[in-house]
């Protein structure tokens, strides 16, 4: 257990569904991360939120919209996503973002797969 | 891009000592270095973090020279359970001043019995 949680564990959605991944942490972390893990690829850095503020959006298509509503939710909502967008879907947190010694704390994932 | 070069993968037998050298040529100042474990479908897990000279915790050290440019992972004794990806990170500093940290590919280490 590292503090962070998602849910849902597994998604299964067709290309024309609408989803949200949401993400938790209870460790009183300011910053909060979206990443995607695809299958033989490094992990990819997709939006990044500081006190609930979007500082960083890396070129994510608009089909992935994110929502930090408190410095403790993270959801990443989905809407007609390709084949290409299955991955495993990664939240983490840390204290702040601007920190080279900041760890990162990982949740287990949400295995996506778009049918 | 990431800063950091790492084996692809290394074998090692249960029971042994396994090193793992990261480079990192252009590691600023202010930056500490970071190692993550990941097992399959799961997020990477926090091993440990240093700055320089040595860095020993319950499941790894960490081993870092004067000039900085480069680290090794040192994980005593491994057991089958410590097959997984291993990432050499530091941090990498985006437009508008922002900080990141960016995964490479890792060292997938794969324990033989």
């Known amino acids: 257990e590292t503090g962070v949680t998602q849910t849902p564990r597994h998604l299964v959605m067709g290309m024309t569904n609408k989803k949200s991944l949401k993400c938790e942490q209870h460790?009183?972390?300011?910053?909060m991360y979206w990443y995607k893990q695809s299958a033989k690829k490094p992990l990819e850095l997709m939006f990044v939120?500081?006190?609930?503020?979007?500082?960083e959006n890396n070129s994510v298509p608009s089909r992935f919209s994110p929502e930090c509503p408190n410095s403790s939710h993270l959801f990443l909502h989905l809407h007609t996503l390709q084949p290409e967008d299955s991955a495993l879907y990664l939240c983490?947190?840390?204290?702040?973002?601007?920190?080279?010694?900041?760890?990162?704390?990982f949740g287990p994932g949400t295995r996506l797969t778009v049918l | 891009l990431a800063k950091t070069t790492q084996p692809i993968s290394m074998d090692s037998y249960e029971g042994q000592e396994v090193n793992i050298t990261c480079s990192h040529n252009?590691?600023?100042?202010?930056?500490?270095i970071t190692w993550y474990q990941q097992f399959p479908s799961q997020g990477p897990r926090f091993i440990i973090q240093?700055?320089?000279t040595k860095v020993t915790n319950e499941v790894a050290s960490l081993f870092i020279p004067a000039d900085r440019k480069s680290s090794t992972l040192s994980l005593p004794r491994v057991s089958l359970s410590d097959t997984a990806v291993y990432y050499c990170?530091?941090?990498?500093?985006?437009?508008?001043?922002?900080?990141?940290?960016?995964f490479g590919k890792g060292t997938k280490l794969s324990v033989i019995p």
């Open positions: 983490a947190s840390s204290q702040e973002e601007v920190a080279s010694a900041d760890t990162q704390y």
């Open positions: 460790l009183g972390h300011n910053a």
């Open positions: 939120y500081n006190f609930k503020e979007q500082t």
């Open positions: 252009n590691i600023a100042t202010n930056d500490y």
């Open positions: 240093g700055y320089k």
């Open positions: 990170l530091v941090g990498d500093i985006l437009g508008a001043g922002s900080y990141q940290l960016t």
